[in-house]
């Protein structure tokens, strides 16, 4: 396939490709030793909407904001050709029914990379990694662009020249105020001598008038990691290039920040890929004690893994990317870092495929999805972890610090036109030994019985997130082209209680028909009011006997009405005297944190600690027999340590249960 960047016109009229027909699953023997089994087709219900638009095309990245004020989550949004704009579009209470709003910002802009919200109540600030002018070479420029939604201004940091590749951006809120991380081959080729491989921290400042014009400072840190930082790997036969190159931050403490290193070469010379984990401490240099630096660790991925791009920090603090090389080949990587032992463990995930280009990534609880653009796949993996240990090249990087000013001007917004389109396409799931389960939708198969819907099937599908308002296994996702409107989906993939998922998000509004399932005399949309329906979660185990109504995966005894619940589970072996330790974030909304360790052996004593992430016990429990229980709610926001021991002198089999409770948003 011919590269044809941004080229609508050559798309419009492709066919959808056909699917496989199976009857029952096939299993075939797969490169080392392992086997693949393929499951019969079936049909996965898609929402789309077609949103009108001022002559820009193609949706790439999106954010999705859970946590302003609405009962579904807002999607904001760019598209990246033809004068590029922001974009905020909210779904109607019903999303498969009712009306739906779209709002957009012109960003001033050639071409766009990453979008994130400013992760907060207000659901106002929307940041924008940006590319303008002629890109490359020549006069271009790249810019950080900030959008206030609530006065319709946006400011305009120019702090790079332009590069074809648009890094991601990444942001910190937990001050009140807003840090935000982007990354670039370089920003001021003064800065290192002109060294590459480059991450910017910026703080933006008050405003000031200055000669009759809104300026807004900022703070830049910038970080000299090397390693092709701010770089991706293309892949030959693209349609969705070019590649979004990664850059994030673990939020729930504002560090480390994480970067894609795709040209990393090991002790050996050989380039494998890395991800840079920088701490933004300062540090006196060990060269120079005159002089500050922050320490990076460089953390390489297997042989043959690929060229790191797009990656995301999950829930629990796991690193989750995409891969790809110069032929082609795609993998998913996850990468848990043991900062005690100064150690990681990374697990690969290769997808099926002979034309992938992986374009985005997104950690959902126990789920990852992920967009496939040149297969017109939205994907989701259940993971099967094989872990591999890796360890870390440390080094201290020079820093420089920078005052940049960016002007503040006013951006009418645009209102649109929102037309949903309900579709079913087709869905593949097919599992691979040590390696995992995959579901594939084939978004270009969606075929919609409404007749006023566009018949025009979704071709490439780009940006994707998490539905963080819905249960786990549901997401956003873009689609390139769609007949000339800036297309965006929904698609919700089931996650059966038995899956082995280890993270699970809950849910309070079964049917999604915006009536909350307090409230809702018919939980399963079926036409059969709830006290004539035995099974209202349509799982197939009567009500009476059913201990998760709602089907979420998360038992109704550790639910309460007016609440949503979050589940993460652990299992294994713990030798006398040993521990796990877990994480747990508590915010704003979070009500309670549960902590439950049991043992298969009755008589086993265990107990639980909650510390305070600096190592402050904050609750112990005396060691119970086979069972033990914590509860807190802290004063203070933060992240937990939940440490559960066996105090006995013997080895035992436990299974370790955390559940969150929160207001929903």
Request: aromatic share 8%; glycine share 10%; proline share 8%.
């Amino acid at each position: 396939m011919k590269r044809t960047t941004f080229a609508l016109a050559a798309f419009l009229g492709a066919a959808a490709p056909a699917a496989a027909q199976l009857a029952t699953p096939l299993t075939t023997p797969s490169t080392g030793g392992t086997t693949t089994t393929v499951a019969p087709p079936t049909q996965q219900r898609l929402v789309e909407w077609d949103i009108s638009s001022l002559g820009d095309v193609t949706p790439g990245s999106l954010a999705v904001d859970d946590r302003s004020s609405s009962r579904n989550s807002k999607v904001w949004f760019v598209t990246r050709a033809s004068a590029p704009r922001l974009y905020r579009f909210t779904p109607g209470s019903n999303m498969y029914k009712d009306a739906a709003a779209a709002k957009s910002w012109d960003l001033g802009a050639t071409i766009t990379g990453g979008v994130r919200t400013r992760h907060s109540d207000d659901g106002r600030f929307a940041f924008v990694n940006v590319g303008t002018g002629e890109i490359p070479p020549g006069t271009g420029t790249g810019a950080l662009v900030a959008v206030d939604t609530s006065d319709d201004t946006r400011v305009t940091w120019t702090d790079r020249p332009a590069f074809l590749q648009v890094s991601d951006v990444s942001v910190d809120t937990r001050d009140g105020g807003a840090t935000v991380f982007t990354a670039a081959p370089y920003y001021d080729p003064a800065d290192f001598g002109g060294k590459n491989g480059i991450v910017q921290r910026l703080r933006p400042g008050k405003p000031q008038y200055v000669n009759g014009q809104w300026v807004v400072p900022a703070e830049v840190t910038r970080y000299r990691v090397g390693g092709g930082a701010g770089t991706c790997q293309e892949s030959p036969g693209s349609v969705a290039s070019p590649c979004i190159p990664g850059v994030t931050v673990d939020r729930r403490r504002g560090q480390p920040i994480y970067v894609s290193e795709p040209d990393y070469q090991d002790a050996s010379g050989n380039v494998v890929g890395a991800i840079g984990d920088i701490d933004p401490r300062p540090v006196r240099c060990p060269t120079n004690p005159y002089a500050t630096c922050a320490i990076v660790r460089h953390w390489p991925l297997p042989a043959g893994t690929g060229q790191p791009r797009q990656i995301r920090v999950d829930d629990i603090g796991r690193i989750w990317g995409i891969t790809a090389d110069a032929a082609g080949t795609a993998h998913l990587f996850s990468l848990t870092i043991d900062r005690n032992n100064n150690r990681g463990t990374v697990t690969r995930h290769s997808p099926l495929g002979v034309d992938q280009y992986l374009f985005a990534v997104a950690p959902s609880d126990g789920v990852i999805g992920f967009t496939d653009s040149n297969e017109n796949q939205v994907s989701v993996l259940f993971p099967q972890r094989t872990p591999r240990t890796v360890y870390p090249a440390v080094e201290y990087v020079p820093t420089v610090t920078r005052t940049i000013y960016g002007a503040r001007e006013a951006v009418p917004p645009a209102l649109h036109q929102v037309m949903p389109r309900v579709a079913d396409a087709t869905a593949t799931r097919y599992t691979t030994s040590g390696d995992g389960t995959y579901i594939e939708t084939d978004v270009a198969s969606g075929v919609s019985s409404d007749p006023a819907a566009s018949p025009i099937a979704s071709l490439s599908p780009t940006g994707m997130e998490p539905d963080g308002s819905w249960r786990t296994g549901a997401f956003f996702y873009g689609v390139l082209f769609s007949g000339g409107t800036n297309r965006i989906g929904h698609l919700s993939t089931r996650v059966d209680r038995d899956d082995d998922v280890d993270c699970r998000r809950g849910d309070n509004d079964f049917d999604h028909d915006g009536i909350d399932d307090d409230h809702d005399d018919d939980v399963d949309g079926d036409g059969v009011p709830n006290a004539m329906d035995s099974d209202n979660d349509n799982d197939g185990i009567p009500d009476v006997l059913d201990d998760d109504k709602n089907d979420d995966g998360i038992e109704d005894k550790y639910q309460t009405h007016g609440q949503r619940a979050s589940k993460r589970t652990d299992r294994g072996t713990m030798g006398p005297g040993e521990s796990r330790e877990y994480e747990m974030t508590y915010d704003a909304h979070t009500v309670s944190m549960l902590a439950i360790v049991e043992a298969a052996q009755l008589t086993a004593p265990l107990a639980i600690e909650i510390l305070t992430d600096d190592g402050t016990v904050l609750l112990t429990t005396p060691p119970a027999l086979g069972k033990a229980v914590a509860t807190a709610a802290p004063a203070l926001p933060g992240v937990y340590k939940i440490r559960v021991r066996n105090s006995g002198t013997a080895t035992i089999n436990y299974k370790t249960t955390l559940v969150s409770a929160q207001i929903p948003y």
